[in-house]
């Protein structure tokens, strides 16, 4: 059996979720684990592509809260409306 080195792409991954989990050790953040899932999910294999799928993640992100503010605002706990933009990739 042979054992491959890790790529360049895993060991970024590894330092990202290490800091995630660092800057949650610190109380900066209070939920580590959906910091260290967006990094997993937003690694690419170039500094270019992760910043590009970061960002448009962020904006997402923003987006839907948004929106999901302004449903709140209509109309409280209305499961009707927490159904509409719920949306699969």
């Known amino acids: 059996m042979k054992l491959h080195k890790p790529g360049m792409r895993n060991i970024k991954t590894g330092i ?4 995630c989990v660092l800057v949650g ?8 684990l959906f910091a260290a899932v967006a ?3 937003c ?13 448009n993640r962020l904006k997402g992100t923003f ?19 927490s159904c ?3 949306k699969d990739k």
């Open 16 to 19: 990202g979720v290490m800091i």
């Open 25 to 32: 050790y610190l109380n900066i953040i209070d939920n580590t």
């Open 39 to 41: 990094c997993i999910v």
């Open 43 to 55: 690694m690419q294999t170039t500094v270019k592509g992760s910043l590009t799928v970061g960002l």
């Open 63 to 81: 987006i839907g809260g948004l929106i999901g503010f302004i449903f709140v605002l209509i109309h409280p706990g209305s499961p009707i409306l």
């Open 84 to 86: 509409l933009c719920i």
